[in-house]
């Protein structure tokens, strides 16, 4: 069982910056890849990045803008978001892949932390 929690979200201006923490427990990050997703008000949940051993695999709306990485002695994974849009703004979500290789789908996430809310203003 691996439980996850998110931190660092907030309210930032268009063109700012934010990092997110996922905190793990329950289990190390040695195993299954790791993702981070977003939902935004009235839209499916969507894939952001995918990081396992192998590689890192971004969506195409936030290549460039976003970077993700993890401390395995802290047992945390961040997401390094730089030059936000209000496009950005959604809860953002933490969670851990029942595979090894990188993955956009959910359902190859097994662990979701409970979200941290990103709003991008104009």
């Known amino acids: 069982q691996v439980q996850l929690v998110e931190s660092g979200g907030g309210l930032v201006q268009a063109g700012g910056s934010l990092r997110l923490s996922c905190a793990a427990s329950?289990?190390?990050?040695?195993?299954?890849?790791m993702g981070w997703f977003r939902q935004a008000p009235g839209k499916e949940r969507e894939f952001v990045v995918s990081?396992?051993?192998?590689?890192?695999y971004f969506a195409d709306s936030v290549k460039g803008r976003f970077t993700i990485f993890r401390d395995n002695a802290k047992n945390t994974m961040y997401l390094q978001m730089n030059s936000l849009k209000p496009e950005d703004t959604a809860v953002y979500y933490c969670?851990?892949?029942?595979?090894?290789?990188?993955?956009?789908?959910?359902?190859?996430?097994?662990?979701w932390g409970q979200g941290t809310q990103v709003t991008v203003s104009s």
């Open positions: 990081w396992s051993g192998g590689g890192t």
């Open positions: 329950g289990r190390t990050f040695s195993s299954g890849a």
């Open positions: 969670a851990v892949a029942s595979v090894r290789f990188v993955t956009s789908r959910l359902g190859d996430y097994d662990y």
